[in-house]
């Protein structure tokens, strides 16, 4: 079985079609949304729009939530964000945010063979918790303790990275609107202009994983940017000039 796992597309509908275009391109049994899709991009209507046509199951990711409730809980927002998520909320349809509201805390899915994958945000007990590769082995295992999965697949921190758990995978598919190096010095801070995804193979006996980074035109993206009317639009572009 051939999954394509894809995570923290946040409103960029630019890198999305990019994803999309290659995605066509491969051959896979499901698709699974990681969450954080619709919010903090200029194109949150058209992002929703393209993941109802690929009819897959949909994590809630903390910017999900952020979205629709306006409450940020236990993360910092600036006001520009707040702003921003208020603009976004309001391009968004009643029907649209209907769909948004059926994302899933959790996705399971059976790969076969006896191997279970179980999809989430950031980890299996809070959207918000991070989970990154620079972790000392027993933090990193203390969000999966009592979990039962073969593959755990988990976004959030924009970065590709796989680690293994014992006798089973944790892996990152990384992000397809705000790719980012984490190393990087804050007053120079850039994204990287490519689709983030992975695609994970099962077949009875093991697992592969596959990570795939796809170029897309971050002149296109600062273009929509500009032309949508959403707040502070130079603050958005600034991560892509």
């Not at 910092?76 to 649209?96: G, Y």
């Not at 969000?143 to 921190?157: N, R």
């Not at 984490?182 to 596959?210: I, K, W």
């Amino acid at each position: 079985m051939r999954v394509a796992l894809f995570s923290d597309v946040h409103g960029n509908a630019v890198a999305f079609d990019a994803f999309l275009a290659d995605l066509d391109e491969q051959r896979v049994d499901a698709v699974v949304c990681l969450g954080d899709h619709a919010q903090g991009g200029p194109q949150p209507a058209e992002c929703l729009e393209r993941l109802r046509d690929l009819e897959c199951p949909a994590v809630m990711g903390n910017s999900d939530d952020f979205l629709l409730t306006l409450d940020p809980g236990e993360e910092p927002v600036t006001e520009a964000q707040l702003e921003t998520a208020r603009w976004s909320q309001a391009q968004l349809s009643d029907e649209q945010l209907d769909f948004h509201r059926s994302f899933q805390p959790t996705v399971e899915l059976d790969l076969g063979g006896g191997s279970l994958l179980l999809a989430f945000h950031g980890s299996p007990r809070s959207r918000d918790e991070v989970v990154g590769p620079w972790m000392e082995e027993v933090a990193f295992r203390k969000p999966f303790e009592g979990v039962e999965a073969t593959v755990l697949a988990g976004g959030h921190t924009h970065q590709q990275w796989a680690r293994r758990l014992g006798d089973r995978y944790y892996l990152n598919p990384g992000s397809v609107g705000v790719a980012y190096d984490h190393h990087q010095p804050e007053e120079s801070f850039r994204a990287d202009p490519y689709a983030e995804y992975a695609l994970l193979t099962a077949n009875g006996q093991g697992v592969g994983v596959e990570f795939r980074r796809v170029p897309f035109d971050a002149g296109a993206l600062i273009e929509a940017i500009e032309a949508s009317g959403m707040p502070h639009p130079d603050l958005a572009a600034r991560f892509w000039r």
